[in-house]
């Protein structure tokens, strides 16, 4: 089974910037699909942002849309969460999320964190003023 590590949580004022990283390891096959969510205290988890290796197409929650953007670093082996003009609203514990293989069906269900199969442990975000 793949082995995730998020980092790069934090604590900053509204409008500031987070780059939060997830090194993946153990991946069997080259291809896979990945997302982030985040988790607020005493709420249900929710997706942010998903995409798959080798894949044209991103995914956003619509409260991120515009302000994160999700990629892989150039050694293919870390996905990469860029959160700018953060808000109140986004603090929460950030977790990386990963299913082997490469999917065409992934933008059906990149939202639901129950189609993943490896989570990493969590990366705290914390936005106030």
């Known amino acids: 089974q793949a082995q995730l590590m998020e980092s790069g949580g934090g604590s900053v004022q509204p409008g500031g910037s987070l780059r939060l990283s997830c090194t993946a390891s153990?991946?069997?096959?080259?291809?896979?699909?990945m997302g982030w969510f985040r988790q607020e205290p005493g709420k249900e988890r929710e997706a942010v942002a998903g995409m798959c290796t080798f894949g044209a197409n991103t995914y956003y929650a619509d409260s991120v849309k515009g302000r994160f953007t999700i990629s892989q670093d150039d050694a293919k082996n870390t996905l990469v969460l860029q959160m700018d003009n953060l808000k109140p609203e986004d603090s929460g514990m950030y977790f990386c999320?990963?299913?082997?293989?490469?999917?065409?069906?992934?933008?059906?269900?990149?939202?639901?964190?129950?189609?993943?199969?490896?989570w990493g442990q969590g990366t705290q975000v914390t936005v106030s003023s």
């Open positions: 153990g991946f069997i096959y080259n291809t896979h699909c």
């Open positions: 999320a990963a299913r082997q293989g490469f999917y065409s069906t992934f933008s059906t269900w990149w939202d639901r964190q129950s189609e993943y199969v490896d």
